[in-house]
């Protein structure tokens, strides 16, 4: 499913086939979760494919690195340039791109000097599909930000991420929403939330989630639209008099929510300003995010 028999793959310096992939099974990474990594999307565009963000994606991938103390061998605009090798060695256009750092064989909990960086890329279609999501509230809290940076995309963070989606999935649900701990809304396993009240917009403020690339790129657009946006501490209890919400992510990118816990939002996804932000979104990323654009 992310592979095949020619897939290339991006491993230190050496792009080797899939199967010719070999790890340490005594990785840091593996056993702790001591690793970080990036959801890249590149999409297909008139001057071939166009790595959406490519530069806040690689920089995030050095911030997270620098919260565990990892030092990542390739400079941004390096690792940029081996993510356009990637895409053309794999033929790919449209695609998700995957760079993971992971560390070398230590069953201490000591800092690991080896650092290895992989690069893999496949076709992905949108991580929560097409229709709007029934979503619940989740009984697995956020890790709390003075435990570990919940502002770093830390591959054991996701452990996290993974019981709160077999939770809600668990229940006949979509996709969970996930509470910070004092109880107030950050965001779901994999994206950003936002909600829609009165024509304006709100999102959790930054200290207890991924500051997301997708999250500012649409504030972004809104703001550009004419909308107001509200970045501020949520309560669930707001959940029930909103208009509509949705998430954002790259993986995602727009994707609406029909219900929190069962209740339901007022407005049809066609009616909402993220579908509007969605239209926008997808003009924009087919068509390089630089060209002048016009809302269909
Ligand atoms: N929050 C979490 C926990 C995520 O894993 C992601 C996906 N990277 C996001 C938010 C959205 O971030 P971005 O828009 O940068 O993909």
Not at 204 to 224: C, F, H, Q, S, W
Request: glycine content about 8%; some cysteine.
């Amino acid at each position: 499913m992310y592979f095949n028999r020619d897939s290339v793959i991006f491993l230190d310096g050496n792009w080797l086939k899939a199967s010719e992939l070999v790890g340490d099974l005594f990785s840091q990474t593996l056993h702790y979760g001591n690793g970080v990594f990036e959801g890249i999307r590149a999409y297909q565009t008139p001057e071939g494919p166009h790595i959406f963000k490519a530069k806040e994606h690689f920089d995030r991938l050095h911030y997270s690195a620098s919260k565990m103390f990892i030092e990542i061998p390739y400079k941004t605009e390096e690792l940029v340039e081996i993510a356009y090798q990637l895409l053309k060695k794999n033929n790919l256009q449209n695609a998700y791109i995957r760079p993971l750092v992971y560390l070398g064989a230590n069953m201490a909990l000591t800092e690991t000097k080896e650092v290895y960086v992989l690069m893999a890329a496949w076709e992905w279609g949108r991580y929560l599909g097409n229709d709007p999501l029934k979503v619940m509230i989740s009984s697995y809290e956020k890790q709390s930000p003075k435990s570990v940076p919940v502002d770093a995309k830390i591959c054991g963070h996701y452990t996290n991420s993974i019981l709160a989606t077999m939770e809600a999935k668990s229940k006949g649900f979509d996709e969970a929403l996930i509470l910070d701990a004092e109880g107030n809304i950050a965001e779901g396993p994999g994206a950003n939330f936002f909600f829609e009240k009165d024509e304006v917009l709100y999102t959790p403020n930054l200290g207890n989630i991924l500051p997301g690339i997708t999250r500012a790129t649409v504030m972004d657009y809104a703001k550009e639209m004419g909308y107001r946006v509200i970045e501020k501490v949520v309560k669930p209890e707001e959940l029930m008099e909103a208009d509509a919400a949705f998430f954002t992510g790259t993986a995602t990118e727009i994707a609406g929510i029909k219900s929190i816990g069962g209740h339901e939002f007022k407005l049809d996804w066609e009616d909402t300003i993220a579908y509007s932000l969605f239209l926008m979104y997808r003009q924009r990323v087919v068509n390089n995010e630089f060209r002048d654009f016009t809302l269909v």
